[in-house]
């Protein structure tokens, strides 16, 4: 997480969220305070695109499949995408 | 040609390259990689030879790390010292990450970065089952780095900045992770004059670094651009693999190096 930061603001430091660890995190989150942009972790790698290369389909159902564990905030406010733009 | 366009069109090709097995090179995808081996008979290795790699280097690092793509960037390997934080852009399979990763040692730090999901992976994979602790990748794109200001000492680079529709981005964005005294150590694809209209706009011929390659001056003077002094190129030679007759000659491997003032 040292010297990791948000592509789009460049804001450090980025809030972490781990939801399932083994002898590294696996599935998790990380936000930008400033911007409120969630990346995921998946498979152990940080998803650190700028919005024009992610990819809806493919991330909201991480999210949704966490919901339990997201930021409330994120949830509902989150960039580029989230749960409550979808409804 | 639309930078989005260009860019789904790379991480596609990118893709499928990390897919295929190169050691192998028996899908058609190798063939057409970024600056990629002569012919498909040869090996991975005997291409990183090629390039400029030591054999020491090349037996080194784990096999499936070496896919034979790039230009080489041997020169800015050998500049690491021990303890530095070094950042690859657009690390591929990992190859030059894990020749970084022996340079710098325990107390130095290596992170890859590139945009295409599969090679991550695999440079991921690869990592983890040879025990490399200070590498990591990061799926991101050059143009906008997920690095926080000043913290990196060395930017490496094979191949790779060719690729990025818009490399003063690409270049403003490296000075800005660089501390003071950085230094900026990329190997690259330049031109000698314009290329043909066709080439240019062929999302082929983008993907084989050739179409989005600059010319060399203008390709300096982005560095420049961007706030880098002391720019010089410490080795160049002509490109010529997988060329066809109306390029020869018109493609150069260039290797850059540019300081970010204390």
Same mark, same amino acid.
């Given at each position: 997480?040292? $010297? /990791?930061?948000?592509?789009?603001?460049?804001?450090?430091? /980025?809030? /972490?969220? @781990?939801?399932?660890?083994?002898?590294? $995190?696996?599935?998790?989150? $990380?936000?930008?305070?400033?911007?409120?942009?969630?990346?995921?972790?998946?498979?152990? @790698?940080?998803?650190?695109?700028?919005?024009?290369?992610?990819?809806?389909?493919?991330? /909201?159902?991480?999210?949704?499949?966490?919901?339990?564990?997201?930021?409330?905030? @994120?949830?509902?406010?989150?960039?580029?995408?989230?749960?409550?733009?979808?409804? | 040609?639309?930078?989005?366009?260009?860019?789904?069109?790379?991480?596609?090709?990118?893709?499928?390259?990390?897919?295929?097995? &190169?050691?192998?090179?028996?899908?058609?995808? &190798?063939?057409?990689?970024?600056?990629?081996?002569?012919?498909?008979?040869?090996?991975?290795?005997?291409?990183?030879?090629? +390039?400029?790699?030591?054999?020491?280097?090349?037996?080194?690092? =784990?096999?499936?790390?070496?896919?034979? +793509?790039? &230009?080489?960037?041997?020169?800015?390997?050998?500049? +690491?010292?021990?303890?530095?934080?070094?950042?690859?852009?657009?690390?591929?399979?990992?190859?030059?990450?894990?020749?970084?990763?022996?340079?710098?040692?325990?107390?130095?730090?290596?992170?890859?970065?590139?945009?295409?999901?599969?090679?991550?992976?695999?440079?991921?994979?690869?990592?983890?089952?040879?025990?490399?602790?200070?590498?990591?990748?990061?799926?991101?794109?050059?143009?906008?780095?997920?690095?926080?200001?000043?913290?990196?000492?060395?930017?490496?680079?094979?191949?790779?900045?060719?690729?990025?529709?818009?490399?003063?981005?690409?270049?403003?964005?490296?000075?800005?992770?660089?501390? =003071?005294?950085?230094?900026?150590?990329?190997?690259?694809?330049?031109?000698?004059?314009?290329?043909?209209?066709?080439?240019?706009?062929?999302?082929?011929?983008?993907?084989?670094?050739?179409?989005?390659?600059?010319?060399?001056?203008?390709?300096?003077?982005?560095?420049?651009?961007?706030?880098?002094?002391?720019?010089?190129?410490?080795?160049?030679? =002509?490109?010529?693999?997988? +060329?066809?007759?109306?390029?020869?000659?018109?493609?150069?491997?260039?290797?850059?190096?540019?300081?970010?003032?204390?």
């Amino acid at each position: 997480m040292d $010297i /990791l930061a948000c592509p789009i603001d460049k804001h450090y430091p /980025l809030e /972490l969220h @781990i939801f399932e660890e083994t002898e590294e $995190i696996s599935e998790g989150v $990380i936000v930008c305070p400033e911007c409120l942009r969630w990346y995921p972790i998946r498979e152990e @790698i940080p998803e650190m695109l700028p919005d024009n290369l992610r990819n809806e389909k493919d991330e /909201l159902p991480f999210m949704q499949k966490w919901k339990q564990k997201f930021p409330k905030q @994120i949830l509902q406010e989150g960039k580029p995408f989230n749960l409550e733009k979808k409804e | 040609m639309e930078n989005e366009k260009i860019k789904e069109h790379i991480k596609k090709r990118y893709s499928e390259i990390a897919k295929a097995d &190169c050691s192998s090179c028996s899908t058609t995808s &190798c063939s057409s990689s970024c600056c990629s081996s002569s012919s498909c008979d040869a090996a991975p290795q005997y291409v990183a030879w090629k +390039l400029g790699y030591s054999p020491a280097d090349i037996e080194s690092v =784990p096999e499936n790390a070496i896919s034979g +793509l790039g &230009c080489g960037n041997p020169v800015a390997l050998a500049s +690491l010292k021990e303890g530095e934080t070094v950042l690859d852009l657009g690390s591929g399979g990992g190859m030059d990450a894990f020749l970084a990763s022996k340079k710098v040692g325990p107390q130095g730090k290596v992170i890859g970065v590139d945009m295409t999901s599969e090679m991550v992976q695999k440079a991921r994979a690869t990592a983890l089952e040879h025990g490399y602790t200070n590498v990591e990748f990061r799926l991101g794109e050059i143009e906008a780095l997920p690095i926080e200001d000043e913290t990196v000492d060395v930017i490496i680079s094979n191949c790779v900045v060719n690729l990025a529709p818009d490399k003063l981005k690409v270049f403003k964005e490296a000075y800005r992770v660089l501390k =003071p005294n950085g230094r900026l150590m990329v190997s690259d694809l330049v031109t000698h004059g314009t290329l043909p209209a066709d080439v240019k706009s062929s999302f082929d011929a983008w993907s084989s670094c050739i179409a989005g390659a600059l010319e060399k001056d203008d390709y300096l003077n982005k560095i420049a651009t961007a706030g880098f002094k002391n720019i010089k190129i410490v080795s160049q030679k =002509p490109y010529t693999i997988d +060329l066809s007759k109306e390029l020869r000659g018109k493609i150069v491997s260039i290797q850059v190096e540019a300081h970010k003032s204390s």
